[in-house]
């Protein structure tokens, strides 16, 4: 009788293993379910080698990409050896209001003309990695991706991942076109840059490989993990060329984990994964209603000019929120009032910098949201159940949403852990939390910040 279409004896490892004879019990390697054979993306040695220069160009285009980004900010609001907040409370109200309506007008001339040009090619890495051939613009992809640092350096509240994704996976469309490799290769080498651009500029090298897999390419397998591995460390460790090899955030207590933990990540993950469920639904509206045309020459003028306005009271919610997060992560009970206030506030204004026609990343700022409301949510529940920092609890809601947001709850975990090198002590709680937010996310609705950005398409397409 054949073997069942989906039995372990039907499956073939392609490649073949290198000694042929089986073990003792003659089962097939294939019957462990993460060792397929290669599929539609066959790992040859061709590949391997575009794996290693597309690491090794990442990692630089994601330097090019932070020293732009760092130029901006420096010009924008001063010397920045005490951190973006810092400077920017340093200046005046005034001048945080002028800088970012200069960083609207030139970005919006910029991304008007680029979308002028749309004959260059797509810009889109979700979009053709999931629907399309993965085939990407690269002199779009970099102005698109240097205008995108600029505003945020000037203060908008955007996410700064978005150039080095986009420039990673763009240098792989590159490669790939020129080595002639087959659609499938090409749709895995393009999601390996655009998850290591992530891991690149963070530091997460783990982390960027599971954006890789578990988010763009949808497949945990080892022909998917091995090559977003490889791809995500090797920039990363490029990277440091230029960018510090410690955590993106600093000083973070190692939080001993206890039982009150465990019942407010049981209480809190399904109200974050409501939360989550209503932000992503706020982006893909806006996503979908953004300025288009000639409005993109002004829009971002206007919409960062109101944002300036509303940081004279709360100057957090300029830039990608990285400030907002390291802040809740080592709170005390005195950030309570302000966390709420900026997380409600964060995804607001981060949804009227992307519907003014704005182009940016959105892992900073949703991380940003989910650690201010775990403060805002702790400081509550220590009301209940006093005796821990609220930093702790920002740790358990920021990841929390991020793998509510993004649909990604392995990414989030292990992004997390990088980003602090601490956060491990509460592993548990983070897991529960995260997967119950996630789940309810995903029931309620099922969209992500990526997927609910998705082009509209034509009857014809669908």
């Not at 300025?291 to 960062?304: D, E, T």
């Not at 309570?336 to 981060?350: E, F, N, Q």
């Not at 990604?408 to 852990?417: D, H, N």
Request: charged letters at 10%; hydrophobic letters at 50%.
């Amino acid at each position: 009788m054949a073997d069942e279409p989906d039995s372990p004896l039907a499956r073939v490892r392609t490649p073949a293993p290198l000694i042929k004879r089986r073990i003792p019990s003659a089962r097939g390697a294939t019957e462990q379910p993460n060792a397929v054979g290669d599929g539609d993306a066959p790992l040859t040695l061709r590949f391997w080698l575009l794996v290693v220069a597309t690491g090794v160009a990442t990692g630089l285009l994601g330097v090019a990409m932070m020293l732009l980004l760092r130029g901006v900010e420096t010009l924008a609001f001063g010397d920045q050896s005490a951190g973006f907040l810092a400077s920017v409370e340093r200046a005046t109200p005034v001048r945080r209001i002028v800088v970012l309506v200069i960083g609207g007008l030139v970005a919006g001339v910029g991304w008007y003309a680029l979308r002028r040009w749309g004959r260059w090619g797509s810009t889109d890495v979700d979009d053709e990695i999931w629907t399309g051939h993965a085939v990407l613009s690269f002199r779009r992809s970099l102005g698109s991706s240097a205008l995108s640092e600029v505003v945020v350096g000037a203060g908008a509240s955007l996410g700064r991942e978005a150039a080095p994704k986009l420039l990673g996976a763009a240098a792989a469309s590159l490669f790939a076109r020129w080595s002639g490799l087959s659609i499938g290769q090409r749709r895995l080498l393009v999601a390996c840059g655009a998850g290591a651009g992530m891991g690149a500029v963070y530091n997460v090298p783990l982390g960027g490989a599971l954006i890789t897999a578990e988010l763009l390419y949808g497949s945990l397998a080892l022909p998917a993990i091995l090559p977003a591995l490889a791809t995500s460390g090797i920039a990363t460790v490029v990277a440091w060329v230029y960018l510090p090899s410690r955590p993106t955030y600093d000083n973070v207590p190692a939080f001993p984990v206890t039982w009150s933990h465990i019942v407010f990540a049981i209480v809190a993950g399904p109200l974050m994964g409501l939360l989550a469920a209503g932000y992503v639904r706020m982006i893909g509206v806006v996503s979908h209603h953004q300025l288009k045309g000639r409005w993109v020459l002004v829009g971002p003028a206007g919409a960062f000019a109101a944002l300036g306005v509303v940081a004279i009271w709360y100057p957090q919610l300029l830039g990608n929120g990285q400030d907002i997060a390291q802040q809740a992560f080592v709170a005390t009970a005195g950030f309570a009032g302000v966390a709420l206030v900026v997380g409600v506030l964060k995804p607001i204004v981060t949804a009227l910098c992307l519907g003014s026609g704005a182009t940016g990343g959105l892992f900073t700022p949703t991380l940003a949201t989910g650690a201010a409301l775990g403060a805002a949510m702790g400081a509550a529940w220590s009301l209940v159940v006093p005796g821990q920092p609220i930093g702790s609890y920002a740790l358990i809601g920021a990841t929390a949403m991020i793998g509510a947001a993004m649909q990604t709850p392995l990414a989030a975990l292990a992004l997390v852990i990088e980003l602090t090198h601490t956060a491990d002590t509460l592993i548990v709680p983070m897991v529960l939390a995260t997967m119950l937010a996630t789940a309810v996310t995903r029931y309620l609705d099922g969209y992500s910040i990526y997927s609910s950005r998705l082009p509209a398409q034509s009857p014809l397409s669908h």
